[in-house]
């Protein structure tokens, strides 16, 4: 192995503590990776207490007696620190704890609303976690962060704690998990940062007229990266960049995408303590119709082997194409296929898909809501999988389906571009793809991209050869981990290059 770095990963959610989407995912995932190439990690997280109650598997959390104050514009906020170890990992797990900030019912919103009061609440945090590292003397080599939530900690890293004793030699990441969620405040938000007002500029921390505290990130970490290489592009774009496609351009040199990985211990169709019946590449003839018999089951769909079932675990955004959905649902369904929907965010696509099932009871069903296990057995028992995205920065649930057997359509965008081979017809594609993909974003591209799965679906032996290529390539996190790994290097080796105001 190379050097053994101590790495800190901070990010606003981690599986198993919290989760409302996959950076939870990636973050759990990639620090037990970090862990087994021998590396010693950190993780830093806030403490959301109403989750961890209602959480009955979550190892002992115990207080390690570290107590501090942040000075939020004026208003001194108390944080004490708990820990614990990341399941199935040497992972120390520090975890934040302010109850005014972080006992909620959710994580960011409610209602559809944000939390008033997310620029407090994510500046506190950051700039607690660089007092963890300094009061337990971690010494970090690299505080590898995590979307807009983490975005400060690398201006602060580079200007007010640049030469305080455990930090000299530390860098900083950032990585995008989404541009389209950036941290944008007023500027009256700045004394919350803890920062000078002199770095409320264009190069530093504004954009637009606002504080923008993931372009801060971008704008001071060491190096940056994103979910996917497709999506490394697609940010450097005025389609892609929501704004900051400058800055990233800039910061072209130092972006790199890096596709996720999936969590071997979660989500594998072999050992899926939530499926009815577990199953491999040998076994899948036996074990998917009976998982598919349960979903058909548990959603309340006639139970028939013969029928293509198509399964769709997403929030309910604008991004993720339920507008196509359903404008296209119409000529969806009328063919012979069912459609099992789980899913919460937006009211109006809530109502929407509600709306289907309840016209089409035979063919459409829906949960409206969080639920790990139904997430599970939709991989499990489903034939094909949706994701028509209007963008995607990699997107967790084409890998997983991969991994499942369930042969995924997609949109040709960001990490589903960079995972999902479109089969074609052409003889040569049998060899390699592992799904259908579509490039424009209207309805009839959808249909006829599902239209294509159908026809393919009546042919068992070519869909068993797509099933066979994706289940067989190897979507664990190793390859990932070990590109970070890279990054981190490359992020300690260059640490002399900042400019006298800590920018990159
Ligand atoms: P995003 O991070 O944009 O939400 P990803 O595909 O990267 O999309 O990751 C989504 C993760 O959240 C997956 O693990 C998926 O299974 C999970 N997920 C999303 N919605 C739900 C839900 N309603 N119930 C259970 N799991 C969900």
């Known amino acids: 192995m190379a050097d053994r770095r101590r790495i800190v990963l901070t990010a606003s959610e981690a599986v198993p503590f919290s989760k409302t989407g996959g950076l939870a995912d990636v973050i759990g995932a990639l620090a037990k990776s970090l862990d087994q190439m021998g590396h ?33 514009n004026g208003r001194q906020m108390p944080a004490s620190v708990n820990w614990t170890t990341l399941p199935g990992s040497d992972v120390r797990v520090f975890l934040i704890r302010q109850p005014e900030y972080f006992d909620r019912p959710q994580l960011y919103q409610e209602n559809g609303h944000g939390y008033v009061d997310n620029c407090a609440r994510y500046c506190f945090f950051s ?83 606002d504080m923008n505290l993931l372009k801060t990130g971008i704008s001071f970490a060491d190096q940056v990266t994103t979910v996917s290489p497709t999506y490394a592009k697609e940010i450097c774009t005025a389609d892609g960049g929501y704004g900051l496609e400058g800055v990233l351009r800039h910061r072209r040199d130092d972006l790199i995408g890096i596709l996720n990985g999936i969590d071997d211990d979660v989500w594998n169709p072999e050992k899926d303590s939530f499926l009815p019946t577990c199953y491999s590449l040998d076994s899948i003839d036996h074990g ?33 194409g339920f507008d196509l959905i359903t404008e296209a649902a119409e000529r969806l369904l009328s063919r012979d296929l069912q459609i099992a929907f789980l899913g919460t965010g937006d009211p109006y696509y809530e109502s929407q898909i509600t709306g289907l099932a309840q016209r089409f009871p035979s063919k459409v069903a829906v949960q409206i809501g969080f639920d790990e296990s139904l997430a599970h057995q939709i991989e499990g028992g489903s034939d ?11 997107g967790l649930n084409q890998m997983y389906s991969l991994r499942y057997g369930t042969v995924p359509v997609v949109r040709n965008v960001g990490g589903l571009a960079d995972s999902v081979m479109d089969f074609d017809l052409n003889p040569h594609s049998l060899n390699t793809a592992n799904g259908f993909v579509f490039a424009d974003y209207n309805r009839d591209a959808l249909a006829g991209t599902v239209e294509r799965a159908l026809d393919t679906f009546a042919r068992p032996q070519v869909w068993k050869q797509l099933v066979r290529n994706g289940m067989s390539r190897d979507w664990s996190w190793n390859r990932s981990a070990e590109e ?17 105001d800590g920018r990159r």
């Open 384 to 394: 094909a999988f949706l994701m028509p995205s209007r963008f995607e920065p990699c």
């Open 127 to 209: 700039r607690a976690v660089l007092e963890v590292c300094r009061q337990m003397v971690l010494r970090p080599d690299v505080i590898h962060c995590n979307d807009w939530q983490t975005g400060l900690i690398p201006a602060l890293l580079n200007t007010q704690y640049a030469r305080v004793p455990g930090f000299e030699r530390t860098s900083s990441i950032m990585t995008i998990h989404n541009m389209a969620y950036q941290g944008r405040f007023w500027h009256f938000d700045m004394p919350l940062t803890g920062m000078d007002w002199r770095y409320f500029n264009y190069h530093h921390m504004e954009a637009w007229g």
């Open 288 to 320: 998917k119709p009976q998982c598919k018999a349960f979903l058909q089951q548990r959603m309340g769909l006639p139970t028939r082997s013969d029928v293509p079932l198509f399964g769709m675990v997403s929030r309910m955004t604008d991004q993720k």
């Open 484 to 500: 970070y790994v890279r990054v981190y290097e490359s992020a300690i080796a260059n640490i002399d290059s900042r400019d006298e």
């Open 40 to 72: 010693d990690v950190v993780m830093i997280i806030p403490d959301y207490y109403v989750q961890r109650q209602r959480n009955r598997n979550l190892p002992k959390i115990s207080d390690t007696g570290l107590r501090f104050s942040i000075d939020m």
